[in-house]
C-alpha cells in the first residue's frame, strides 16, 4: 500500500505505569510510532502491554504519559471513527445480531431507516445474510466474530482496532476469517484506510500485515519495525512468511 | 445454635449426597426439597412448639430441657436448606474428567467420597453455611422469647440469650436498651462472620474447580485478599487505630468476593426448578405425598397428645372461620407483600445502578450495605414497635402506622436478597462487554436501559424469589406486632392460631400453613419459574 505523507495517527511517547503497593509496574515503556494508511500489526509476548496499547489507541484506557494523535488531534475517548473488533466478540447476548450491529451506529445522527440499512448492508458483506433476528447464543465463534466484524464496519470507520481477533477461533475458522478481513480491507468499497491489530500469533502478523511493530516483554518497548512487501493475496504457506516469522521470533525471545 | 448448625451439615451431607449421586432417589429427595425450603421457617414455630411443648401443657410449664430441643430444631430448619443445596451444587460441578480419571484410577466408595466428593463439596459448604447462619440468627430473637396458648394456661418460652433480651427491652418499650441488645447481636454477627467464615472463604477458593476466571476478580485479587487477611490477622493485637485502618481496606477487598461467590452459589440454587422440571411424574406425585404425610402425621402427633380429636377440630375451624376468610386475609397479606416488593425493588435497582457507575460510591456503600444486611429483620421488630406504634397506642392514625409498620417489616426480610443479587449482576458484567459499549459510545440512559439493567435482569429474578421466601417469613411476625396490636393477615391468623383453644388452634395452624406452603409454591409456579425461563438470554456466556 501507498504511504500518504500525512500519519493518520500518530503515537507519541506513551507511558503506562500501575502504581501498586511498594513499587509500581511499568507496562509501556514510552512507545512511539506513527500510523499511516497500512495494515498495521503489534505482535510481542504475551502479557507485554499489546492490547492496553490497544486501548489507549481507542481512548478506552489512559496512558500515565504521552498522547495518540488522530489527524492531530488528540483522542481522550472512543471515536466514532474508529472501529474495535474484540477477541471475545463482546456480543451482548439479550440482543440479536441486527441489534448487536445497530449498536454501534444508534448513537450517531443518522435516520432510523438509514442506521437499518446500513446494519443490514453490514450484515449481509459478512455473510451473515438471514442470521439478523439470531441470537449471538445460537452462533458459532466464527460466525460471532464476523457479527463482531459487521459492528465495527457499520460504523464506516477511518481506522479498525483488532485485539487478537482469531485467537478464539478454530484453526480452520480464523484461516479463513483472515483472509476475508484483508479482502475486505482491500475492497476499495470501504472507507477503512488503517487496520492496526495487536497479536502474539507471528505468522498471523506476517501473513496479514504491510508492517509489523515487535513489543519486547514487560516493560515493552519497540523492538523492531518490520516492513513487509509482499505481493497479495498471500499463501499462508509462502516459505517467505516462513523466514520474516523466524526473525520476528528471535527478537521477542 | 451451634448444635443445630451440626445437625444441620450432618442433615446437608448426608442429603446432598445421596440426592446427587443416585440418580433414582434424586426423583424424590429433589422436589422433596423444594416443597421443604418453600415453607415459610417463622410458620414452622407455633407446629414445633405445639408438638414439643405439647406434652406439657396445662399448668406446669414444660421442662427447661423440652425448650432447648424445640429451639434447636426451629434453627435447624432455619440453617439446613442452603448447605444441603450447597452440597448437591458442589457435587454437581465436579467436571467429568474429574470423575473419569477417579474412575480410571480405580477410586470408588470412600475413598472416592474422601478426595473427591468432599473437597469439592467444601467451598458450598462454606458459602453456604454464612447464609444458614443468617437464617439462623434470624429466628434468634424469635424463639427466645415466646408466649402461647391461652391466658390461663399460657405456656411461656424463655431462653436466656440476646433475642430474649431484645424482646423484653420491647415489651418494656425501652429504645435504649433495645437498641443495645440489637448492637451487641449484630457485633457477634459480624465478629463471627470476619473471623470465621471470611477466613474459611478465602481457603475454599483453593478447593474451587479452575473454570473461567471470574469477572473482575482475577488471580491478583484473590491474593491480595489472602494478604489482606493475613494483615488483618496481625493487626487483631494491635492498638485499635491500625486495627479500624485495616479492617477497611479488608472489608472493600472481601465483600466483593463474598458477593460473587454468594451470588454464584445462589444461581447453582435456581437451576433447581429446571431440574425439577424434568423429573418424572412418580417422582413429584411421591413428593408431594411424603410431604402431605408428613404434614398428616404432624397434624395426629399434636392433637392425639391433647387428647383432642381431629374431627372436633375441623368442625371447630369450619364454625369459626370460612374459607372465603381465609382467602381474604391472604389477599391482604399478598398486597402488604406486593407494596414492601414494589419499594424493595425500586431502591435496590437505584442503588445496583449507582454502585456500577462509580467506584467510590460502592466502596462507600456496600460495606454499609453488608451491616445493614447482617441484622436480623426480626430483631428490628421491637425497634419499630417503639417507634411506630407505640406513640400512636390512642390516635385515630393507629391503622394507618400499624400497616405502615407491617409493611416496612416486610421491606426489611426482601430487600437485602435483591440490592445484593443486583449488585452482584452489575459486577459481573464482563470486561469486554463494557470496552464494547464504551467504544461504541453507548453511554448515560442508554448504558443503564440496555446494558444494566437487562444484565441485572436474572439477578432480579433470583433476588425475587428469595426476597418473597424472606417476606413471607417476616409476614408472619410482622402483622402481629405485640399483643392486641396486630393487622388482618395470614401472619397475625397464625400467631393468633396459637392461643386458641388447643385442638381449634392446630387446625388453624396447619390451616394456614398449608394455604402459605401453597401460595408460595403457585406463585413461584406461575411467576418466578415462567420468567426464568426466559432469563437465560440475559446470561453471559461463561
Known amino acids: 500500500m501507498s504511504q500518504a505523507s500525512e500519519p493518520i495517527l500518530q503515537i507519541k511517547d506513551i507511558a503506562k505505569i500501575y502504581p501498586g503497593e511498594g513499587k509500581s509496574t511499568t507496562v509501556l515503556d514510552h512507545i512511539s510510532f506513527d500510523v499511516y494508511k497500512e495494515f498495521l500489526c503489534i505482535v510481542g509476548p504475551s502479557g507485554c502491554g499489546k492490547s492496553t496499547l490497544l486501548r489507549i489507541i481507542d481512548g478506552l484506557d489512559k496512558p500515565t504519559s504521552g498522547q495518540v494523535l488522530f489527524h492531530g488531534q488528540p483522542i481522550t475517548s472512543p471515536s466514532p471513527k474508529v472501529g474495535v473488533i474484540f477477541q471475545t466478540f463482546a456480543l451482548i447476548p439479550w440482543k440479536t445480531v441486527l441489534g448487536n450491529v445497530l449498536m454501534a451506529i444508534s448513537s450517531a445522527s443518522i435516520q432510523k431507516e438509514e442506521q437499518l440499512k446500513i446494519a443490514q448492508k453490514y450484515i449481509q458483506d459478512v455473510g451473515l445474510e438471514g442470521f439478523e433476528s439470531s441470537y449471538p447464543k445460537e452462533l458459532s465463534g466464527g460466525m460471532k466474530q464476523r457479527v463482531g466484524i459487521a459492528r465495527a464496519l457499520a460504523l464506516q470507520p477511518e481506522v479498525l482496532l483488532m485485539d487478537e481477533p482469531f485467537s478464539s477461533l478454530d484453526a480452520l475458522t480464523a484461516e479463513n476469517l483472515r483472509r476475508e478481513v484483508v479482502d475486505i480491507w482491500r475492497d476499495p468499497a470501504y472507507p477503512t484506510g488503517s487496520v492496526i491489530m495487536v497479536t502474539h500469533n507471528v505468522q498471523e502478523a506476517v501473513e496479514m500485515a504491510d508492517r509489523v511493530i515487535v513489543l519486547s516483554a514487560r516493560p515493552a518497548k519497540i523492538v523492531d519495525d518490520v516492513r513487509i512487501d509482499l505481493e497479495r493475496p498471500r499463501s499462508p504457506r509462502d516459505p517467505v512468511l516462513y523466514d520474516l516469522a523466524d526473525r520476528i521470533i528471535s527478537k521477542i525471545s | ?542
Open chain 2, 1 to 542: 445454635m451451634t448444635i443445630a448448625y451440626i445437625f444441620a451439615l450432618t442433615f446437608a451431607l448426608a442429603y446432598g449426597i445421596t440426592t446427587a449421586m443416585s440418580h433414582r432417589a434424586s426423583h424424590v429427595l429433589l422436589p422433596l426439597l423444594d416443597i421443604f425450603q418453600s415453607v415459610p421457617v417463622l410458620g414452622v414455630v407455633p407446629v414445633v412448639f405445639l408438638i414439643i411443648l405439647g406434652t406439657g401443657t396445662g399448668t406446669t410449664p414444660p421442662p427447661e430441657f423440652n425448650q432447648e430441643v424445640a429451639s434447636i430444631i426451629l434453627i435447624f430448619t432455619a440453617m439446613a436448606w442452603a448447605p444441603t443445596f450447597g452440597v448437591i451444587a458442589g457435587i454437581n460441578a465436579i467436571p467429568t474428567d474429574i470423575k473419569e480419571a477417579a474412575h480410571a484410577y480405580g477410586m470408588h466408595g470412600t475413598r472416592y467420597l474422601r478426595q473427591i466428593v468432599l473437597p469439592a463439596v467444601f467451598p458450598e459448604l462454606v458459602w453456604s453455611s454464612i447464609l444458614a447462619w443468617g437464617g439462623g440468627w434470624y429466628l434468634i430473637p424469635v424463639e427466645e422469647h415466646l408466649s402461647f396458648g391461652q391466658p390461663p394456661n399460657q405456656t411461656q418460652v424463655d431462653l436466656p440469650g440476646l433475642g430474649r433480651f431484645i424482646a423484653l427491652a420491647a415489651l418494656k418499650a425501652d429504645l435504649g436498651l433495645a437498641l443495645f441488645g440489637l448492637v451487641v447481636l449484630v457485633g457477634i454477627i459480624l465478629a463471627i462472620d470476619r473471623l470465621i467464615w471470611k477466613p474459611l472463604g478465602v481457603r475454599a477458593e483453593k478447593y474451587k474447580y479452575e473454570t473461567v476466571a471470574a469477572p473482575r476478580t482475577t488471580a491478583t485479587r484473590q491474593s491480595s485478599v489472602v494478604a489482606g487477611v493475613r494483615r488483618y490477622e496481625d493487626r487483631l493485637v494491635s492498638p485499635v487505630l491500625t486495627f479500624f485502618k485495616s479492617e477497611r481496606s479488608y472489608a472493600a477487598r472481601v465483600l466483593e468476593i463474598t458477593r460473587l461467590k454468594r451470588i454464584r452459589h445462589i444461581t447453582e440454587r435456581l437451576r433447581f426448578p429446571e431440574r425439577i422440571g424434568r423429573i418424572p411424574l412418580w417422582g413429584r406425585v411421591l413428593s408431594y405425598a411424603i410431604f402431605v404425610g408428613l404434614v398428616i402425621l404432624g397434624l395426629i402427633v399434636t392433637i392425639m397428645s391433647r387428647s383432642q380429636s381431629i374431627e372436633r377440630g375441623i368442625s371447630l375451624l369450619a364454625t369459626d372461620v370460612t374459607a372465603l376468610e381465609l382467602i381474604a386475609i391472604t389477599l391482604l397479606s399478598l398486597s402488604r407483600l406486593v407494596i414492601a416488593y414494589a419499594i424493595a425493588l425500586s431502591w435496590t435497582l437505584g442503588a445496583g445502578i449507582l454502585i456500577a457507575r462509580s467506584q467510590k460510591l460502592s466502596r462507600l456503600l456496600v460495606p454499609i450495605f453488608d451491616i445493614g444486611q447482617s441484622i436480623p429483620a426480626t430483631a428490628l421488630f421491637p425497634l419499630v414497635v417503639i417507634l411506630l406504634v407505640d406513640p400512636f397506642k390512642n390516635s385515630p392514625y393507629l391503622g394507618f402506622t400499624l400497616n405502615l409498620a407491617s409493611v416496612l417489616l416486610i421491606l426489611t426480610g426482601m430487600q437485602w436478597y435483591l440490592l445484593f443479587n443486583i449488585v452482584g449482576a452489575v459486577n459481573g458484567v464482563p470486561n469486554d462487554i463494557l470496552e464494547a459499549t464504551a467504544a461504541y459510545r453507548i453511554r448515560g440512559r442508554r448504558f443503564v436501559k440496555e446494558i444494566l439493567i437487562p444484565a441485572s435482569f436474572p439477578a432480579i429474578l433470583i433476588g425475587s424469589i428469595q426476597a418473597w421466601g424472606g417476606g413471607w417469613n417476616a409476614l408472619i411476625v410482622s402483622e402481629s406486632i405485640g399483643p392486641n396490636v396486630s393487622v388482618p393477615g395470614l401472619g397475625s391468623f397464625l400467631v393468633q392460631a396459637s392461643s386458641r383453644e388447643p385442638a381449634l388452634g392446630a387446625v388453624e395452624i396447619y390451616a394456614s400453613l398449608l394455604v402459605m406452603t401453597g401460595t408460595v409454591l403457585i406463585i413461584n409456579r406461575l411467576v418466578w419459574r415462567r420468567l426464568l425461563r426466559k432469563a437465560d438470554r440475559y446470561k453471559f456466556e461463561a
